[in-house]
């Protein structure tokens, strides 16, 4: 499966692998919303005559909403004037002017005028030593434009035969202050560290890791360097004015000069607002006719995981996309494939004007024109900040009263992963929600639902009064008036800039001596999963944190603890990352970021897909020529027992391996070398696009994007849950009528050894096939050839909201949104993690207390034959249940009933943060954030990749996959 399946309240725990014949599991970091995006603009140059002087100007923080802009205060532009590359003299006479364009006749320029008088429209000023001059325009009270109104700030120098340069900033009546970015110099990054997006003169580009076609080129290619977001798409002659982009669920957003709204990328959610579920590569229009954006121009953007937010210019919300936890904010919980107007009858929003908009993972903001917060969606770690814990379908008042924010007046929002921050307009943070990595700067990691102050004294926020912030998933970041940069929160990656990897619960200075930002001076800044960007007033762009996908653009993967440049040549340098990794019975898979699948292990029934039976200790690719993937771009992989299945961007599903009962789907019991497609005429696959894949020993699964539930394969127990215990080799329907998911859409799906877990949208959980050891968890062990549902009724789990499964062998994993982590099932060798051998046949949470997961909040699970893994939000795995073989990674081969850390200090793992995980039988998988896979537990088959036969207790780096 892709790093997508990975972020928070999507996870899909979809590859599975047998036990003594099982399946493994990839599961991961939360990871990708989107950051609160457009922050600064800047003209194009202006050029004259050969020879003449250019002059290029910067416009600090234009989006801020008008609210921040009261009587007085200003905005400083500054003029770069060069001659034959070089500055021009200092002293250089700059004359700024203020003025409507021709044919303007709006009379509404009295709000606006040049500092330091309240009715200048002309100022002169002159260069200094690097050819730079600057003039402050005054926001006046004055009578905002009822229609937009074009006003052009001109600099004009006289040095030989240089002339004039020119800025149109274009004013539009519902978020008066904010210029019409033509030629625009925007930027924003996804929130899971994997690409990044740029908006300059008007054209986007993108760099970082492609899958999904979140790069916008008509590929999922990856790019180290920046590279042009396609125009021959919906984009032709258009001028992108803003830009969103969201990890998560890998789409983006861009908003065009003439108010349209064009998006690309992930689409499984109907994030992209087109009437589908279909990824798309390059950009589409979002439809508008039928909906609730008919007739409406969006003046801002903002995305979430799997949904996105517009505002438009008559100061309307409108939403799209998944709604699980009612982030849409329409009142119900219902997904939309295209725009609904988000409620305001009834709810905090009535009367209010919207002027700004931001989304965290699965939860959503509105600024009001007044200075107060409204929020709605997910409220699982208090991140809406209405003093509760409980989510809201339809938007509620941030709480002011008893709060920090008490007398203070909001003028800017950012949404983390779970955490929010609000700027006050006398320049101090305040933050609620997660708090687990500090990143609400408060110097405790105290979660919070009502907003608390930034910790200011004894911090380098200390006289500081801030101008802008941007949250990272779990980190923070903020601009101050003198132009230095704050950070804290998460820092495993060195997002934080300090030039180390420390986690900070209060700010700390972004390092600015020794690093490309020495000199610069930095107008806008946005926050990733584990990296942040910079823009300078010169125009550059800087990253820092990590790299692993490329997302620093700096031309490598190396993770950095303090500011690098970007790279901005244009080049299209798409080298290979490892985007998923998959762990069979004894072999491995691995997803390359140009869609490319690689394998190791054993290889008999040709499971690793390269034409032969013969086992290889060190990866291979899955081949292409000849096969059903040739031309093909691979999505998600499963391994079973002896066979492989993959999915393709186009919905499709194929397979290799062995297929004695079926397994690959094809009509057959041959065993196949090379892949296959899955049938589909004549099955209940015909007409359907498939969004996940699972794998069990002997059968498969698969999810479609209308909700619906396939299998085919082994069936002696009911694992193809359709209501027989017969074998099928094609797909047939998982049974809804009379079952437990009768009426239920399914989200998520996972295989055991002979058995079969599902999660609805509606947060319930089912199951089906053998119930030996309760491992269906209804309470019994009677065996279901329909699904059932779990029961969780006086469980730890009754109130909880599940975000990920996984099936081992004879027992399940499942995550919940609080990063608790439950089970059921066989606890043989300790798996449920209990601290007790007792089978259960309803869920148990996994002990905490007094293990290695104390205070940990868990981000991904993956569950092997008889063992079991957690991935935590600070990149490190823990395991408990059999260590035979040393699956467990702790250096020793002895059972645990409880979480232990897999060994770091000493093994390839040392120093490097974990992203994924992978179980199988009798190994462990783990890809961490530069890209590197490691392994460890039996190696008899090659399994771990390493080049040896040799059992290994710790991990070991797999060998680099082959170019």
């Known amino acids: 499966m892709t790093d997508d399946a990975l972020a928070p309240h999507t996870d899909t725990a979809d590859d599975t692998s047998p036990g003594p014949s099982r399946r493994a599991i990839v599961a991961g970091t939360g990871a990708i919303w989107a950051a609160p995006a457009i922050t600064v603009l800047a003209s194009a140059p202006a050029f004259a005559a050969s020879g003449q002087v250019q002059v290029t100007a910067f416009l600090p923080d234009a989006t801020r909403p008008v609210s921040a802009y009261r009587t007085g205060t200003t905005q400083t ?25 021709p044919g303007d006749t709006t009379s509404a320029t009295d709000w606006l005028s040049l500092h330091p008088t309240t ?19 005054r926001y006046l009270p ?14 004009t120098t006289s040095t030989g035969s240089a002339t004039l340069a020119t800025w149109n900033l274009t004013y539009r009546p519902a978020r008066p202050g904010t210029p019409d970015p033509h030629g625009a110099y925007a930027l924003t990054t996804s929130s899971e560290a994997s690409h990044t997006l740029i908006g300059r003169n008007g054209v986007g580009y993108a760099f970082g890791l492609g899958n999904n076609g979140r790069l916008g080129r008509g590929t999922t290619a990856s790019s180290r360097t920046p590279t042009t977001i396609a125009t021959t798409s919906s984009l032709a002659g258009r001028t992108i004015t803003a830009i969103a982009a969201s990890n998560g669920s890998s789409h983006c957003l861009a908003l065009a000069s003439d108010g349209t709204l064009h998006a690309w990328g992930n689409n499984s959610g109907g994030q992209l607002g087109d009437g589908t579920t279909t990824d798309r590569s390059v950009p589409v229009q979002v439809t508008t006719n039928g909906t609730s954006l008919a007739g409406k121009t969006v003046a801002a953007i903002a995305t979430g995981v799997n949904h996105s937010l517009a505002l438009a210019s008559d100061g309307t919300l409108h939403a799209w996309g998944l709604n699980t936890y ?39 903001l509105a600024l009001a024109a007044d200075g107060t917060a409204h929020a709605w969606g997910d409220n699982s770690r208090g991140q809406l900040g209405t003093g509760t814990n409980t989510q809201r379908t339809s938007a509620g008042a941030v709480t002011v009263a008893g709060s920090s924010l008490a007398t203070k007046t909001i003028t800017a929002i950012a949404a983390g992963d779970t955490h929010t921050l609000a700027l006050a307009s006398d320049g101090t943070v305040h ?6 990595n500090g990143q609400l700067g408060v110097n405790t990691a105290a979660q919070t639902s009502t907003a608390v102050a930034t ?24 601009l101050a008036t003198d132009g230095t940069l704050h950070a804290w929160g998460a820092n ?36 990733g999963y584990a990296h942040s960007l910079a823009l300078a007033s010169d125009g550059t762009v800087h990253a820092w944190g990590s790299n692993s996908a490329s997302q620093l653009g700096d031309g490598t993967t190396t993770q950095r603890s303090s500011a690098v440049a970007v790279l901005v040549a244009g080049t299209s340098l798409a080298g290979k990352r490892i985007t998923a990794i998959a762990a069979g019975f004894a072999h491995g898979l691995a997803l390359a970021s140009d869609g490319a699948a690689h394998a190791w292990g054993a290889n008999a029934a040709g499971r690793l897909g390269d034409g032969t039976l013969t086992n290889r200790a060190t990866a291979v690719a899955v081949l292409t020529t000849g096969s059903s993937l040739a031309g093909k771009t691979v999505i998600a992989l499963a391994t079973g027992s002896s066979h492989s299945l993959a999915l393709d961007s186009d919905g499709t599903v194929h397979a290799w391996g062995g297929n004695n009962f079926g397994q690959l789907g094809d009509g057959t019991t041959t065993d196949r070398l090379t892949a296959i497609a899955v049938a589909t005429t004549g099955t209940s696959l015909a007409g359907k696009t498939i969004v996940a894949i699972a794998a069990g020993a002997l059968h498969s699964l698969a999810l479609a994007s209308d909700g619906t539930l396939h299998a085919w394969g082994y069936n002696f127990l009911g694992q193809l849950g359709d209501g027989s215990t017969s074998d099928r080799t094609t797909a047939v329907r998982v049974a809804t009528a009379g079952a437990s998911l009768d009426g239920k859409t399914v989200t998520a799906i996972a295989a055991g050894n002979i058995h079969s877990l599902a999660l609805a949208t509606d947060g319930s959980l089912h199951a089906w096939g053998s119930n030996g050891a309760g491992r269906l968890g209804d309470g019994t062990t009677t065996n279901r050839s329909t699904p059932t549902l779990v029961n969780v009724s006086g469980t730890a789990l009754e109130s909880k909201t599940v975000t990920a499964i996984a099936a081992g062998t004879a027992h399940n994993l499942v995550l919940a949104s609080d990063g608790t982590v439950h089970a059921w099932g066989d606890n043989g060798n300790g798996r449920l993690g209990d601290n007790t051998t007792t089978q259960r046949a309803t869920p148990v949470p996994v002990t905490t207390d007094g293990t290695s997961l104390d205070g940990k909040a868990v981000t991904g699970i993956a569950a092997g034959a008889t063992h079991s893994l957690a991935l935590t939000s600070d990149g490190t795995v823990h395991a408990w249940g059999d260590n035979g073989n040393g699956r467990l990674g702790d250096n020793t081969t002895t059972r645990r009933t409880t979480a232990i850390s897999v060994t770091t200090p000493g093994t390839s793992l040392d120093g490097r943060a974990v992203v994924a995980i992978s179980a199988a039988n009798a190994h462990s998988l783990a890809l961490a954030s530069d890209g590197t896979m490691h392994a460890w537990g039996i190696n008899m088959d090659g399994q771990l990749g390493d080049g040896t036969s040799l059992q290994r207790t710790t991990a070991v780096l797999v060998r680099p996959l082959p170019a």
């Open 326 to 364: 009612g982030q849409l904010g329409d009142g119900t919980t219902t997904q939309r494939t295209t725009a609904v107007a988000v409620t305001v009858a009834g709810t905090s929003l009535a009367g209010k004007t919207i002027t700004a908009i931001t989304a965290g993972t699965s939860h959503s």
């Open 119 to 137: 009715t200048a429209t002309t100022a002169t000023t002159t260069t200094d030593a690097d050819g730079k001059a600057t003039v402050a325009v």
């Open 492 to 527: 495993g990656g060195g997002q934080l800039g300090d030039g180390t990897t420390n986690i900070r619960a209060a700010a700390v200075a972004v390092a600015i001596t020794g690093t490309s930002l020495a000199g610069k001076n930095i107008v806008s800044i946005a926050g």
């Open 431 to 436: 933050g609620w929600g997660n708090n687990s």
């Open 77 to 101: 532009f500054t003029a770069t004037l060069t001659q034959g590359g070089s500055p021009v003299a200092a002293g250089t006479s700059v004359v700024f002017t203020l003025d409507r364009l």
């Open 142 to 155: 004055g009578v905002v434009p009822t229609v937009p109104t074009t006003l052009r700030l001109t600099a």
């Open 455 to 478: 910790t200011v004294t004894g911090t380098s926020l200390a006289t500081k009064t801030i101008t802008t912030i941007a949250a990272g998933f779990t980190h923070s970041l903020a």
